[in-house]
């Protein structure tokens, strides 16, 4: 059986479908299992991982020669792939159409509250209800082992490994000698797509609770974020009094191994804390606009930070599908309402849990 599994195109939402994946490999273990990746970031993060039989890749997001399009088409006939499976949350229309377009007869999707005119989702074959309450994580668990049931593994989580021996090495080469000092991540930015750059919290305030952070702990702060990033990343340096570095341009993967090395990760909603939340990293995530029942960080470890207010989330599994913001709502109003000193609340008697603080 050739089966083709549809990532929406963020980082972390590969990182929210892998356990799925991993259970349909489990559970059907002679099946061929292809990835489709909306961006070649995600690519990049699969290569080489044994659970893919093999990787396609297309940005719906940058204008493309019709040839080329039409020759991605024929690429996935010619695989004559017996399912396709569009994981959460893909309510467009281009989820739908094109495993239509590329002849797979069992198109297996979800029912979105939203859209189900617009989305194409008529297309598909077989739908599941979305549920609400559920992460996204065991959302897709719960869509494949839905159409693929089995009592097996389906309370196993498994994320993928996101970088080498090779990162690894490289990694501990950058941090040189300063690597027995304890590290903290930061990443203060966000995807910045469909105005998802509300997710932000100021990076004046990403700087002081760091250095509450690592004054505490005695610890030296690893600045992240990608290549739209670097002012970002200069603003926070900037606004800390404690030890940092800003980490450059690298790779995902030694982006990941960076990670794996910190003790804790302060981030936003963004798809590098979904890569340390996967690592066993504890996460200190920042949310506003966004839902964290829905796509915080996986596990009781993490600690999220709220500035509780009516009318946030806005951006639910009820409403996918749009990005809508109500009419007279500012979508970082709890963001922006929540202080350092708030949020040191929060976070101290979280580290006093997890760390030697006197």
Known sequence: MNILCICPIGIGNYILVYPACSYLHKVLPDAKLHLLALRAPISGLAQGDPLWEKIHCIDPTRKQPVSKILSFFKELRDERFDVSISFFPSNTWQYNFLPFVSAISQRLAFSYTLKKTASLSFLNSKKLATDPSLHDIDQNLKLVSHFFPSDLYQNEIRFPQLFTDQDKSQCLSMLGDSGKRIKIGIHPGSSSEHGMDAKRWASEKFGRLADLICEK???????????????????????MKQPNRIIGNVSLRLTSALINECKLMLCNDSGLMHIAASSGVPVIALFGPTDECRNGPYGSEHLVLRKQMAGFPLWTAQNVGSRKVPQGIDPQASLNALTPEEAWESVLPWLKMRFPIR
């Not at 702990?217 to 606004?239: M, R, Y």
């Open 217 to 239: 702990l005695d610890a030296e702060a690893l600045i992240f974020g990608g290549p739209d990033e670097s002012e970002l990343k200069k603003q926070t340096s900037g606004s």
